[in-house]
Structures are given as C-alpha cells and as structure tokens.
T-cell receptor, first 112, second 112 residues
Framework: QQQVKQSPQSLIVQKGGISIINCAYENTAFDYFPWYQQFPGKGPALLIAIRPDVSEKKEGRFTISFNKSAKQFSLHIMDSQPGDSATYFC???????????FGQGTELSVKP | SAVISQKPSRDICQRGTSLTIQCQVDSQVTMMFWYRQQPGQSLTLIATANQGSEATYESGFVIDKFPISRPNLTFSTLTVSNMSPEDSSIYLCSGEAGHTIYFGEGSWLTVV
C-alpha cells in the first residue's frame, strides 16, 4: 500500500515533443506528490509538486496532472529539450516535508 | 532552500570494514533522512535521523548495520557497518526546509 508505481521505465522523445510520465499510488492518505529530476552523478532536485486538492499545476514547461479518484498523477514536459534528458522520479508522502516514497524512475532521453 | 553537503563523495571500501558518511546542511532543518540508491535504481529510505534521539528505521534496515547520529539541527552521520559488496550503492542525505525535501549529491560507495 506504500508503493508508488511509475511508468515508463525509459522514454525517448524528439526535441520539441511532449514527454509524459505516469505514476499511480494506493495509499489514499498520501497528500503530497513531488517530482524530482536527477542528472547523472547528482542528487535529486525538486522539479514541481502538487497537493491532492488541485487537479493540475503548471510551472513553465512542466505540468503535473492529478486524478484523485484514479489515484494517478503524471508529469508533462512540453517542448522537450536535450537538456531535459535526465531521470525523473515521482514520489508521495503523508505530509509535505515528510519521508518520501519514490517511484521506480523514468530515464528520459530527448533527441536533437 | 537548503544546501546539503556530503563527505566523502566517493570511496572504495574493503569488505568487512565500516565507513561513516557525514551530512552538513547550511541551515537548520527539522527533518533529516538517509536514502540508499543502487546504480540505475530508485531511492529507498533507510531511516529518519532524529535530533537528539535514536533514528527511526524503515523495514529492512537496522541500527547495528546503519547507525545514525544527529547531534544538532544541521548535521548527521550514517555509518555503513561491516560492509559487503551488496552495500555498494549511493547513499543520499536529505533535509526538509520550507516543507521541501532537499538532497545532497550523494556518497558513492564501492565495496571490494
């Protein structure tokens, strides 16, 4: 019940395209859903996050869509760029600032 | 925000030895956590480092193997004891500031 399932495992997108990564969770008590971006040799960095009281949050080219009834959330990267090539992790926690349960990760490659 | 520094950044360790990883945060944080990330894999929470008291360990992790200290609100250590090749991994320190979890760059340990 504590798991967060993420797909796809890897994703190849052409420059300018839309990258979509999906996550699903079971525990309805989760109330904070962040996405982290990790470059090789670096620690994860917070990209964008959402709480379950909103269905969508947008920051620049990055959008989180949240479907509370389906217990799913997704990250959309618009106008994907080669610099976006990284591993993306979704996560969930019982409260903002609390311990995070991570998805399996998606390795994104944006081809020029 | 919070900047998290870890030492060592990388080390090669002999089987059966122990290594202590240090984590320093540039500001006081309420919560600190230690994660393990095996190469190409997701992050798994080891424990929550509690200031002035024993750490809270997740299932599958025990204090004898991963003793943790947190003497104040800006510093913590994780020791990996009696190392085996299965302990080869990236160990990440994280801290909560402004309800956001920040990560260090990680400590890459290889056990030979």
């Amino acid at each position: 019940q504590q798991q967060v399932k993420q797909s796809p495992q890897s994703l190849i997108v052409q420059k300018g395209g839309i990258s979509i990564i999906n996550c699903a969770y079971e525990n309805t008590a989760f109330d904070y859903f962040p996405w982290y971006q990790q470059f090789p040799g670096k620690g994860p960095a917070l990209l964008i996050a959402i709480r379950p009281d909103v269905s969508e949050k947008k920051e620049g080219r990055f959008t989180i869509s949240f479907n509370k009834s389906a217990k799913q959330f997704s990250l959309h990267i618009m106008d994907s760029q080669p610099g976006d090539s990284a591993t993306y992790f979704c996560a969930a926690s019982l409260n903002q600032g609390g311990k995070l349960i991570f998805g399996q990760g998606t390795e994104l490659s944006v081809k020029p | 925000s919070a900047v998290i520094s870890q030492k060592p950044s990388r080390d090669i360790c002999q089987r059966g030895t122990s290594l202590t990883i240090q984590c320093q945060v540039d500001s006081q944080v309420t919560m600190m956590f230690w994660y393990r990330q095996q190469p190409g894999q997701s992050l798994t929470l080891i424990a929550t480092a509690n200031q002035g008291s024993e750490a809270t360990y997740e299932s599958g992790f025990v204090i004898d193997k991963f003793p943790i200290s947190r003497p104040n609100l800006t510093f913590s250590t994780l020791t990996v004891s009696n190392m085996s090749p299965e302990d080869s991994s990236i160990y990440l320190c994280s801290g909560e500031a402004g309800h956001t979890i920040y990560f260090g760059e990680g400590s890459w340990l290889t056990v030979v």
